[in-house]
């Protein structure tokens, strides 16, 4: 899977470091600023990392409640 092929120390979640590094692997075009903007809106526990619920989720939220069976109403959401 994409998430785990970032995850470099295998922990589960991908932290600011190793986000960075798969937006560079993708030619992500945003200023570092940005990314870490981005990161941390996609940490939506606030927990310093983001896990792969919290990924796809952000990502991909039609696909969400399919792979993880989980609605919306969980995981700390902004009301999507």
């Known amino acids: 899977p994409m998430f785990c092929s970032f995850d470099q120390n295998g922990d589960g979640v991908l932290d600011l470091p190793e986000f960075i590094a798969m937006m560079h692997k993708m030619q992500v075009a945003l200023s570092k600023e940005r990314m870490v903007e981005l990161f941390f809106s996609l940490d939506s526990d606030c927990s310093g990392g983001i896990d792969d619920a919290e990924f796809v989720r952000r990502l991909f939220p039609s696909a969400y409640a399919q792979i993880y069976g989980i609605g919306h109403e969980t995981r ?5």
């Open 76 to 80: 700390g959401t902004t009301g999507e």
